[in-house]
T-cell receptor
Framework: KAGVTQTPRYLIKTRGQQVTLSCSPISGHRSVSWYQQTPGQGLQFLFEYFSETQRNKGNFPGRFSGRQFSNSRSEMNVSTLELGDSALYLC?????????FGPGTRLTVL | LAKTTQPISMDSYEGQEVNITCSHNNIATNDYITWYQQFPSQGPRFIIQGYKTKVTNEVASLFIPADRKSSTLSLPRVSLSDTAVYYCLVGDGMNSGYALNFGKGTSLLVTP
């Protein structure tokens, strides 16, 4: 069974730009969560989608948004990028309580 | 949401048993306790999950006292490859609590 895939793996943007990251969950998993990981703040929850609906949301500004499609694939978007948005963005899918993480997208904002 | 507290870092020698304790004083009745392991530049990986008493799998054991206000992840005879960050999560599994509380975890360093 294929694991969670994320694209792209690496991304370099400049301040003020926007970015879209993609996540394909494990087949049959309807829940997709997004996390931001930085050395200073650790692994922080962004939001969770289930059946195309946002179920939970972390404490991030409105510049961070997401969506989920009918095939459970998910995208997250960050608008007006700031230097502090440089991080590893992880996506996780699950069917029950165990979360399966993808390899992440490393975003660098210059 | 149950808040978790765990040590920031721990050191161990190869072959020793490592116990990492997590405090979760306001754990709710429906909450489970789950531990994840993360290597650098990879996503976290599920290790073990429990509700009460003791759970053991091929990788680790999880000890949960009767009051469930803490839990201890036990790694038997660690090797260098166990060097990683370990996260304790508390939540009800299918709703909001589960996804949120990764925090900074415990950074375990295993040396020869």
């Amino acid at each position: 069974k294929a694991g969670v895939t994320q694209t792209p793996r690496y991304l370099i943007k400049t301040r003020g730009q926007q970015v879209t990251l993609s996540c394909s969950p494990i087949s049959g998993h309807r829940s997709v969560s997004w996390y931001q990981q930085t050395p200073g703040q650790g692994l922080q929850f962004l939001f969770e989608y289930f059946s195309e609906t946002q179920r939970n949301k972390g404490n991030f500004p409105g510049r961070f948004s997401g969506r989920q499609f009918s095939n459970s694939r998910s995208e997250m978007n960050v608008s007006t990028l700031e230097l502090g948005d440089s991080a590893l963005y992880l996506c996780a899918s699950r069917r029950t309580t165990e979360q399966f993480f993808g390899p992440g997208t490393r975003l660098t904002v210059l | 949401l149950a808040k978790t507290t765990q040590p920031i870092s721990m050191d161990s020698y190869e072959g020793q048993e490592v116990n990492i304790t997590c405090s979760h004083n306001n754990i709710a009745t429906n909450d489970y306790i789950t531990w994840y392991q993360q290597f650098p530049s990879q996503g976290p990986r599920f290790i073990i999950q429990g509700y009460k008493t003791k759970v053991t799998n091929e990788v680790a054991s999880l000890f949960i006292p009767a009051d469930r206000k803490s839990s201890t992840l036990s790694l038997p005879r660690v090797s260098l490859s166990d060097t990683a960050v370990y996260y304790c999560l508390v939540g009800d599994g299918m709703n909001s609590g589960y996804a949120l509380n990764f925090g900074k975890g415990t950074s375990l360093l295993v040396t020869p």
